[in-house]
């Protein structure tokens, strides 16, 4: 079985009778489960435990339905079993049980009913309240809409710059939520990361509901786009080659464009964020060589919070940031796109004019708003190793592609001619889908010669990136 880092934040919270309670007597499940060198998470709220029970689901997870948590407690004793019902019909079991070392936390041991067994340890700890939900009234009584527009699939950077994009295009979606009442909006549009658009509804980033609830409460509606399902993707987590990775920006461009039409948005007010994938989205959309081509001149995003971005392989020479209001959230200890690239990119940034300030939170990992504690991810994907070549990272000159300070080295580590490259590009981006293909084509040569799997991922810091992201966008497009 492949390695496997699982987080359940359950919908128990999301339901109307829990709108509005302060959650008094609730408890947060973390256990780690181990075989051999595999691995995953639980990790569970539990809202209420009542007569010294507590039962959590029905759910579905690694493509299994009907799971059910089940707790009791018995003295200074408990109990949790956990029953899946899989597709095939078969059903397992995974039990846990452990002692009260004090009246607030138990540690837990356990394992799971099939060959070969997993083992399990963890703790059952009791905690105010979930740690970042609050009454969620206003996104009950919030609008959704779902968008669908015609974007494009860009290849790289050049042929967005040169225009040439609008040769393929796309059918792609997203998700309005606007307030009950009110015109003149501001909207932040929030981008995903290599997960996919299941990261909306994923019920291990409880932090989303916390974030939409706090910027409709302040009239902010939030328009979350779908960069995977248009294109036949699910993910690019072991595969960046599957989406282009300027694909992010470019929906997020066209989206501004079909916003400035929607009779309760003002386009004037729009923010953008995303972590990762979703990071450089955030990021690349407010590049003037991105922006005015697509936009033109006058239009720009307000306010763009770009989290762990990767300013590694996605920067300019030169950046011309927009007068935009920017804001970089990066995690100290990221090994998946490290801080230090954007750190540097936002001081270039800073020199061309740009409005920008750097957040980096120390011990921070990558994905760190994840209600799991940070863990490995062995099949996600990074090129730190491509940093022995390239010490300051991939750059692109002006026009969006290679620039030509490396082409030396692409030509002794990749055996490529930039050059030659380039017009294939060019003549690729005259055709449908060909720009696309030719991109899966670089990214292969490069992943072979200096692409690595194996980050940490997570680290439950949803509540403190709610209390950076809000107060951000309320102070920049109100």
């Known amino acids: 079985m492949k390695k496997i880092i699982t987080l359940i934040i359950l919908s128990l919270f999301w339901t109307n009778t829990l709108i509005a309670e302060e959650y008094p007597n609730s408890w947060k499940m973390d256990i780690l489960c181990k075989q051999g060198k595999n691995e995953w998470y639980e990790s569970a709220f539990v809202v209420n435990v009542e007569n010294n029970e507590f039962s959590l689901g029905p759910f579905n997870r690694w493509q299994n339905k009907n799971i059910k948590f089940k707790g009791k407690i018995k003295g200074n004793k408990i109990k949790i079993s956990e029953s899946l019902t899989f597709k095939s019909g078969g059903r397992e079991n995974i039990n846990y049980s452990g002692e009260f070392i004090n009246d607030k936390e138990a540690i837990l041991k356990g394992g799971t009913s099939w060959n070969p067994p997993w083992k399990c340890n963890g703790r059952f700890f009791k905690v105010n309240r979930p740690p970042h939900f609050t009454p969620l009234k206003y996104l009950s009584e919030a609008s959704e809409e779902i968008i669908k527009f015609t974007s494009y699939n860009p290849g790289i950077p050049l042929t967005i ?34 997960g996919g658009p299941s990261s909306f509804t994923s019920p291990t980033q409880s932090w989303r509901n916390d974030f939409r609830n706090q910027l409709l409460k302040n009239n ?76 033109g001149e006058e239009n720009y995003y307000k306010a763009s919070l770009p989290m762990a971005s990767d300013c590694f392989n996605v920067a300019f020479d030169k950046p ?9 959230l990066l995690g100290g200890a990221d090994d998946y796109t490290l801080a230090k690239f954007c750190v540097a990119y936002a001081e270039k940034m800073k020199k061309a004019g740009g409005d920008v300030e750097v957040i980096v939170k120390e011990g921070w990992h990558h994905d760190f708003y994840n209600d799991a504690p940070a863990s490995n991810c062995s099949n996600c994907v990074h090129f730190n190793k491509c940093e022995i ?16 300070k490396q082409t030396d080295i692409f030509k002794e580590v990749f055996n490529m001619d930039i050059k030659k490259w380039r017009e294939k590009f060019e003549k690729a981006s005259t055709k449908p889908e060909a720009a696309n293909k030719l991109y899966k084509k670089l990214y292969i040569k490069i992943y072979k010669k200096c692409g690595e799997r194996g980050t940490t991922n997570g680290g439950d810091h949803g509540k403190e990136t709610v209390e950076i992201a809000v107060p951000f966008f309320i102070n920049t497009l109100k």
Request: glycine fraction near 12%; avoid cysteine.
């Open 161 to 194: 710059i040169n225009g040439s994009y609008v040769n393929s295009p796309v059918e792609v979606s997203g998700k309005l939520i606007l307030p009950k009442e009110g015109k003149n909006l501001p909207v932040v549009v929030v981008a995903h990361g290599s």
């Open 220 to 295: 902010i509606g939030i328009f979350e786009i779908d960069n995977f399902t248009g294109r036949g993707v699910k993910s690019t987590s072991s595969n960046q080659g599957k989406v282009s990775i300027n694909a992010g920006e470019l929906d997020a461009l066209v989206a501004y464009k079909i916003l400035d039409q929607h009779p309760r948005v003002n386009a004037k007010k729009l923010g953008i964020t995303g972590l990762s994938r979703g990071g450089n989205a955030a990021n690349m959309a407010v590049e003037k060589k991105f922006s005015d081509v697509v936009l």
């Open 389 to 404: 070549y390239a010490p300051g990272g991939w750059v692109m000159n002006d026009d969006g592609f290679i620039h030509e």
């Open 320 to 328: 011309t940031p927009t007068p935009t209001k920017i804001l970089f």
